[in-house]
């Protein structure tokens, strides 16, 4: 099948489209494989949110939850076992893509969201998960909270490719790429021959909460004019931050040894505001070596009307004239960020609540 024009041209010009969206129904149907083929589709990202949705959803993991359930293993162990098994099936199905393109190909499994203040055990089970999966393609997804950057650095020391997931702020985001490179000096530290080639990392920066969050006190403040600027304004500023790091001395010497750069991903990029164009954070997000996890809605919107709008590199001057007047108008940024960390790892340690509560029903459903 052809693909669609319009994704075809997102991905010539440096955007990587990835589906954040994953299910048995989804794999075993041909669904995947025909977004790859159709869609430009190169990789896939998943979320508590987005397997309990799966689970819930469908009778495709009957026969695996009965087995489970009549060797009586924990409810943990089994809601492992079942979203790994669906990972690594789709992390068979992009193989291809990841030998064609190193990079992509990718498939992220999240740590337990309860570990987010936890850097020992968030390393210790992304260490676990890396095993569990055993695919060279996946991507073992760390929320970027302070806690959670010592483990960033852990595991990718140890060989880990890793999501950094939750990023909401440039400054967060300097620090989520000074991790990534810790981790990658610690290796060769640990092993003057080791080889950085094989070790490949996303950050997740997140987008249509930040308007969300930041429209709702513009609104208290009578600033409407603002309204629907900062989400994109804030992305912007944060690959002005990745192109500064990965430019530096620092990143030379790492790349000279085969490393790999961080890649930047948009992620949230489904609009949340019907006032707004439904391809916004993904029209107005377009820059070399950057990845867009979509939502299938937002993708199909886009392969159908979707339009090229300012190259992101163009934009850095009004971008920071943007966040300048929102935090004029009174806004406090650091409590924006701070809020919304708090907010997003609760929300994904809700929908871990909910799927851990709907595969304990399931086991016993089928004991």
């Not at 026969?63 to 690594?88: G, N, P, W």
């Not at 429209?215 to 002005?240: F, H, I, S, V, W």
């Not at 505001?273 to 299938?296: F, H, K, Q, R, W």
């Amino acid at each position: 099948m052809a693909q669609n024009e319009k994704l075809a041209e997102l991905s010539a010009a440096g955007v990587a489209v990835w589906l954040d969206d994953l299910s048995r129904d989804r794999i075993r149907s041909g669904n995947l494989q025909s977004m790859v083929d159709e869609y430009s589709v190169v990789g896939v990202t998943t979320n508590p949110t987005i397997f309990a949705a799966a689970i819930s959803g469908s009778d495709s993991y009957d026969d695996q939850v009965h087995a489970l359930a009549v060797r009586k293993v924990s409810v943990e162990e089994a809601l492992r076992t079942i979203t790994a098994a669906d990972v690594r099936d789709a992390c068979d199905l992009l193989a291809p893509v990841a030998q064609r393109q190193p990079g992509d190909g990718r498939v992220s499994l999240e740590v337990a969201p309860g570990l987010a203040h936890d850097t020992d055990a968030t390393a210790a089970e992304a260490a676990h998960l890396w095993w569990l999966v055993d695919r060279p393609n996946l991507f073992i997804k760390i929320p970027a909270t302070e806690e959670g950057l010592a483990a960033i650095t852990t595991s990718i020391a140890r060989g880990i490719s890793v999501n950094v997931t939750l990023i909401f702020s440039p400054e967060r985001y300097r620090a989520v790429m000074d991790a990534y490179l810790s981790g990658l000096e610690q290796r060769l530290a640990d092993d003057a021959d080791a080889d950085l080639t094989q070790i490949a990392s996303v950050a997740s920066f997140f987008v249509s909460r930040v308007d969300t969050e930041i429209d709702k006190r513009l609104e208290k403040a009578g600033a409407d004019e603002l309204k629907g600027k900062a989400a994109l304004a804030n992305a912007q500023l944060a690959y002005r931050a990745y192109e500064e790091v990965f430019s530096s001395d620092r990143w030379k010497a790492l790349e000279a040894r085969g490393a790999r750069p961080q890649r930047p991903l948009w992620a949230s990029t489904g609009v949340k505001d019907p006032s707004l164009p439904d391809t916004l954070y993904v029209s107005e997000l377009i820059a070399p070596g950057t990845v867009n996890t979509m939502p299938e809605k937002t993708m199909k919107a886009y392969a159908d009307h979707g339009e090229a709008g300012t190259p992101v590199q163009q934009t850095y001057e009004d971008a920071a004239a943007v966040m300048k007047a929102v935090a004029d108008a009174g806004i406090d940024l650091d409590d924006v960020f701070r809020v919304l960390e708090d907010e997003g790892v609760q929300k994904f340690v809700d929908s871990w609540d909910e799927l851990t509560a709907s595969v304990k029903s399931e086991l016993e459903d089928k004991a």
